[in-house]
């Protein structure tokens, strides 16, 4: 009798800590049952084309505070039309003893690795080459985004975010409404980003500024791979997806900093965006 109240009392505390891991895990999973698809009779207005900025920095780069300066010049010239995902591979990403947080993940480095990067501060612009090069210094931000800014875009996308921060889970849905057709296989993905992060970083002087203040900070993919998520209905014009997903915060992040960018992309061996979006996690 005496073996079994033991028992039960060790699978009990495991459910709760098991239940304490959940809310860390952050594993995200698609909510099936509410997707749809559907050919709509109503066509929308199409959406400006939006640019996506993907910047490759660290902590220990040097001269990465001045790309940053160049992002936010380029979002301010151009508002809500430029977006930006600051990602942290492991290239000069090293923490300080004294950092508040590791801004690293296993994402940015595969993004990093799938688009062979090679320095930093350097960004990919939509995902295409300007001028033939691909991974661009930061002196080529400003005419790649200017170029790209001129395209025009087949797909509005629309998103809605609802947090819940008893549970500290959220549930992001996806609308996709063809506005025109697409004869190119595509696919999405769905980033979460952070804005204002204080930790350490490394400036031009070579001085270390504690009390840094990190924008666009890349967190996490939610809802599939790097590779992004497939677009298996056609993708003609009045095509209408909607999807749903959810996932599960970490406890360090902070909800009202946070925002879920949407970037539709060619799948295959070119990944162009043609349209990306963001929206806020919690207004």
Known sequence: MQMKSILSLFILAISFISCDEVLEVYTPTAVSAKDSS???DVIETPQLKNVL???YTGVKCQNCPTGHKIVADLQAAN???????????ALQSSVYSYSTQDLYTDEAEALHQKY???SKPSALVDRMPFNGVLQLGRTNWA???AERLKKSNPVNIHIENVYNSDSLKLETKVKLHFTNDVTDKLNFSIFLIENNIVTPQTLPSFDTDTFYNHQHVFRKIIGGSTDGISINDPTTK???IIRYFYTYFKTAYKPENMKTVVAVFKSGSENEII?????SVKK
């Open 79 to 89: 508002p809500e039309r430029v977006l930006s995902i600051g990602l942290h591979s």
């Open 275 to 279: 349209h990306c979006e963001e929206g």
């Open 53 to 55: 900025v993907e910047e």
């Open 38 to 40: 559907f050919v709509s």
């Open 238 to 240: 009045g095509r209408t």
């Open 143 to 145: 005419p790649a985004v």
């Open 116 to 118: 062979q990067i090679s």
